[in-house]
Structure formats: C-alpha cells, structure tokens
C-alpha cells in the first residue's frame, strides 16, 4: 500500500556490463518488506536481464518484475516506456519503481519522461544512479590503460565509450563505484577523483557485486539543478571575475578587451577579460581552469589542438568563435580520445537587432560584451596535471584578429558536427 499521491521512481544506469542486473538482484533480496516494481530493459531481443533477475531472485517472482522486451527504452520507444510505466501505475501498488537504462543509453531522456510525460503525474524522479565498472573507468580516465572501445547509443550511433561513461556521470545524483575488487587502492582513488571532477555533488559509494546499502540507493537524492563539473568550473570562475572587478571598481564585469595574447598579463585596469582561471581543487587531485577570449580561433588551429589534446586533459567543453563562420555559434565537448565540435546555430549578436533585444530583455544573465556580444571562445578544461601554460599558448597561437580572414572549414547548418579526435574502434 502506498501513502504518497506519486511513486518514487529510481533512473538505474551504467556502461555494459557495469553491475546493474547484479544491482537489481541485490536489491530484490534485500528489498525487507518494501514493494519494489523493477523495469528492466535491454536492447537485445531476448530480455536476458529481467530474465536472470527474475530466476535469481524469489522475491522477483510475480512479485513486481516487469518487463519491456521490445528494445531500448530511452529514444525510439520512449512511447513504450510512458506506456508501461503509467499502465504499471494503474494497475499496481507498489512502493518504489526502478528503472534500469539500457547500458548504452543517456540517463536524460529517461529523467525527462518523469518529468514532462503522462508519467509525470504518478511518479517522482527518487534520483538517478549510475554504477560504474571501475576497472573500465580507470583505465578510460584514470592513467590507467586507454580502452579504445567505442559503443554504440541508443540511436543506434556508434560512440566513443569515453563519451558515454562521462554522460551517465555528469547526470548522476548517486554514483555506485562498482568492481572495486579489480582495481587498486590508488586506482579507485582516481576514479573517485573523476567522478568527483565531473559531477561534484553526487553522492558516491564503492561496492563489491553491487552490494548497495538499500536506503542509500534509494534515498530521495534527485537534484536536477546540481551543476556538472564543467559547469561548476565556469561559475567559480564568473563568480571570482566579479568579484575581482568589484574590488577594482570596475561595474562591467565582463566587458573585455578582445583578446590577450599573453596569458596572463591582461590585469592593465581597463575592464579586462580575465582570460584564465584556475582551480586548484586539492581536495580532487584534479584541476580545472577556463580559456576565454573575445576573438575567433584559426579552424585548422583549433582542430590541431583541440584534435590532440594531452592525456592529462579529461573533460573539456564549452563554445568556440570559429573563424570563417564568423556567425554561427560552435560547442564542443570534448571525453577522453573523443572531441567533437557542433554548429549550434547563430550568435545572438548576429541575429537582427529586434530579436536580440528581445532575447536580451529575456535572459538578462548572459553575458554580453559591448562589441562583440555574445560571441566568445570560451572552454573548460578538467583534468589532472594539465600543463595550463602550454596549453594556452597552443590555443592562443591561433587567436584569429578578424574572423573574415580564413575560409570556412566545418559545417555551418545548426547540429553538424564534426570530429576532431576519435579513438579507433575496439574489438
Ligand atoms: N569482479 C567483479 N565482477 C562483478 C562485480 N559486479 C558484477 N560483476 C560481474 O560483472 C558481470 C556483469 O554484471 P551485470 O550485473 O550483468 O552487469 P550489467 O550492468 O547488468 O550488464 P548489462 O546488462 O550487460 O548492461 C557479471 O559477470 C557479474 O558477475 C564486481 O564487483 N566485481
């Protein structure tokens, strides 16, 4: 019997072969007296997870299993999904649902369908928890050795792995450290430190087997405003450039000069942009730091540098002033051996003049510089022992002075993307 008006809904997700099943068989023994309905999904035909759960666990056996064998529950059949979580709803009772993600799914778009669906009316987002199989996450991120394996998404893209456990980390409330019998003390020090990098205020446990305490695991965590790791970095860093201007007595914070060759050096009293920042975040072992200015980047440049990029940098993201397409607004997000730049439409500033007054009078955050508006190259970088200074005069070589002055290299139309570094396919 449940005495809420809504079901707490638990978002399980995890690379292949991360733990997850062995989670959910773990949480059926041990479920003492709490009603659990697990939703399992897998993107083979046979549904071979809710299958073992089901053989596996006696408390499973018609006692709340349910199953979608039809494929992968986040993209193509998220129709499906709706369905049979409202249906499950209505002719249930139980006390908590939990969701397994297929292993290669983005936690996303499973979260929004309790949030903005039908569903949304009989569920409560709990939190979304991600195990890791910290062997793998060590060797992808950790100095460990780089797998080079690519998976394949639930749109059936093939994608770097590197870009997939990153995501199902920057979505995390609860992060399940999982395999800790496969990798050293050290070693699960530096997944911890990732992990923490990434998303830095989920929760995080390291287990054996899944060995989640239950309360833990399904405690209410869900924090969708939590920040990425990223995220985090570009706010410290706004927060300090303000404050810093203040100290000056300066009123426009973010109204910069165009650029600063020297890094560094830019702090001449007249309304600077303070290109870099970094944080040395003792605690994580790992630092961040935020390259920006006012001018457009080389397009051959950039690919060259952010195309090869040092080990030493893990997660790197953010929005590029591409010369060439003096117009269009590029992110780029970087995972491991992954990087890819993506057309994200035009600028603000190179919208009409209207419809950027109405967007400005409507978002009075952004940040907007006199003359150059919104446009900026401006990149977060994590990571561990990166060599700032280097990298800095790498990008700062190929700081453009006039973005009409070099061809259009990458595609313009809104969401092309490109690669710049991709590892090689895997076995
Ligand atoms: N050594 C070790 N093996 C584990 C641990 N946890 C799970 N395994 C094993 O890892 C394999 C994969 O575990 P599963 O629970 O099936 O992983 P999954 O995430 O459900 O996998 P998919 O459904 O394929 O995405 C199984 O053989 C487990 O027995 C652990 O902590 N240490």
């Not at 706010?235 to 000069?257: D, I, K, L, R, V």
């Amino acid at each position: 019997m449940t005495t809420r008006e809504t079901i707490p809904v638990t978002i399980l997700g995890g690379s292949l072969g991360a733990g997850k099943t062995t989670l959910l068989n773990h949480l059926l023994t041990n479920a003492a007296g709490r009603d659990i309905a697990v939703l399992v999904n897998d993107m083979g035909e046979v549904n071979v997870d809710a299958e073992l759960v089901a053989a596996e666990s006696e408390l499973a056996v018609g006692g709340g299993v349910t199953e979608l064998s039809n494929g992968c529950i986040c993209c193509e059949l998220q129709d499906d999904l709706e369905t049979a979580v409202v249906r499950l709803a209505q002719e249930r009772s139980f006390d908590h649902l939990v969701v397994e993600a297929s292993g290669v799914s983005e936690p996303g778009p499973v979260a929004r369908l309790f949030v903005t669906s039908r569903a949304a009316a009989r569920y409560d987002i709990a939190g979304l928890v991600t195990v890791v199989d910290s062997r793998l996450f060590a060797d992808t991120f950790a100095g460990g050795d780089p797998d080079q394996t690519v998976a394949e998404d639930s749109d059936g893209e093939v994608r770097p792995l590197s870009d997939l456990l990153v995501e199902q980390v920057e979505s995390a409330d609860l992060v399940v450290l999982n395999k800790c019998d496969l990798v050293s003390e050290e070693e699960l020090a530096g997944v911890r430190d990732v992990v923490s990098a990434l998303r830095p205020e989920a929760d995080i446990v390291e287990t054996t087997h899944s060995a989640v305490d239950i309360d833990t695991l399904l405690a209410d965590l869900y924090d969708p405003d939590a920040p990425v790791g990223w995220r985090a970095a570009l706010e410290t860093e706004a927060a300090e450039e303000e404050e810093e201007e203040e100290e000056h007595g300066h009123g426009h914070a973010h109204n910069g000069e165009a650029h600063d060759h020297e890094h560094g050096h830019s702090d001449d009293g007249h309304g600077h942009d303070h290109a870099v920042v970094s944080h040395a975040e003792e605690t994580y072992g790992i630092t961040s730091f935020v390259y920006r200015r006012r001018a457009p980047l080389d397009p051959e440049g950039l690919e060259s540098v952010l195309g090869d990029l040092p080990s030493s940098v893990i997660r790197s993201k953010g929005t590029v002033w591409v010369g060439g397409a003096d117009d269009v607004q590029y992110t780029y997000s970087q995972a491991g051996p992954s990087a890819y730049l993506t057309a994200s439409g035009p600028w603000i500033a190179s919208l009409p003049e209207f419809e950027q007054d109405t967007y400005r009078r409507n978002h009075p955050e952004i940040t907007w510089h006199d003359d150059y508006g919104d446009k900026r190259t401006e990149l977060v970088f994590i990571g561990r022992d990166i060599d700032e200074d280097a990298l800095v005069a790498a990008l700062d070589e190929h700081v453009l002075g006039d973005a009409g002055d070099v061809a259009q290299r990458f595609p313009t139309e809104p969401g092309a993307e490109v690669a710049l570094a991709e590892p090689e396919a895997g076995e």
